[in-house]
């Protein structure tokens, strides 16, 4: 199935890694080119390094950004108009969460989450718009997670802010529609990537990984009976991007194998 996405260019926010690295891969494979960012330049490096195994030199752009840094992101922004002659997507993948109960929870800890989950998203959605304007519409696919409408006790600020952001979502899809930018979000469970693996290795440093995983979806009762890949995840949005996803706006797509139970 043609996705009509060849010759567009996609801008991945937190592209270095997991759900943002992989779809910059299935970006590659559909003909788009991709620019991503991060903070860590060794991450960023072996990213790029194997996104250029896959693709020719002109297809791919790296920058180092911080995405709470409203300088930092305009200049990535900036520098991806410039090297490809435009923008048509927009993915706000970076991030990470902070878990904690309430009374755990510093002002320091609040304050990183409302900027990552929120003002980042913020930046990076005023920066690209004028690209977007230029193309005549565009997409945004912001990644958000089940707990913005099931919250979770020991997350309470990272599901506080996903909250936040879906409400946002909701408001720029109706307000970036007239500028024939459509805007979704895909909402996640729990998916292999270097963000649990980072949990695995501190919690259980000598369990055999598949174990881990399955003892996870068995103790947070994932209906499919596992946690999901960073390609499903990757597949769902680089479909909302698509020619195909034309008239989805608004929505969000749930990629959690049916944990949960809200409507
Ligand atoms: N995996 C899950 O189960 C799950 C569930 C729900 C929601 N999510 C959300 O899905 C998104 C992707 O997560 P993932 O699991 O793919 O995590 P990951 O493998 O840890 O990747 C996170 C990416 O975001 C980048 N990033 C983090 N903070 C950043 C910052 N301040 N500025 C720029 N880049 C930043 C990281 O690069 P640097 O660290 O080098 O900056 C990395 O490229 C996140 O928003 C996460 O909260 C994931």
């Not at 891969?25 to 390094?49: H, P, T, W, Y």
């Not at 599901?159 to 899809?173: D, I």
């Amino acid at each position: 199935m043609d996705l009509g996405l060849r010759g567009k260019v996609a801008v991945i926010m937190g592209g270095t890694s997991g759900v943002g690295l992989k779809t910059a891969e299935v970006f590659l494979k559909e003909g788009a080119k991709v620019a991503i960012c991060g903070r860590n330049e060794n991450r960023m490096k072996s990213a790029q390094d194997h996104l250029l195994s896959l693709a020719k030199k002109e297809s791919v752009f790296s920058k180092a950004c911080d995405v709470t840094l409203k300088s930092d992101v305009e200049a990535f922004i900036t520098s991806t108009a410039e090297t490809f002659g435009g923008i048509d997507i927009l993915v706000n993948a970076a991030g990470q969460s902070v878990m904690g109960y309430f009374f755990d929870i510093t002002d320091k800890q609040w304050e990183e989450q409302i900027q990552l989950k929120y003002f980042a998203i913020i930046y990076a959605i005023r920066a690209v718009h004028p690209y977007l304007v230029k193309r005549g519409g565009g997409r945004i696919i912001n990644i958000n997670a089940t707990l913005a409408k099931e919250p979770e006790r020991h997350m309470v600020a990272t599901a506080a802010t996903r909250a936040g952001l879906l409400n946002l979502s909701k408001t720029l899809s109706q307000e970036l529609a007239l500028d024939n930018i459509l805007v979704n979000s895909v909402s996640l469970g729990l998916i292999r990537t270097d963000q649990w693996e980072r949990r695995r290795l501190k919690s259980s440093p000598d369990m055999d990984p598949e174990d881990y995983y399955k003892d996870l979806a068995k103790k947070r009762n994932i209906p499919l009976g596992r946690v999901g890949e960073a390609e499903e995840v990757a597949s769902v949005i680089v479909f909302l991007a698509s020619e195909k996803a034309s008239y989805v706006a608004g929505s969000t797509i749930e990629t959690a194998g049916a944990i949960g139970k809200a409507l």
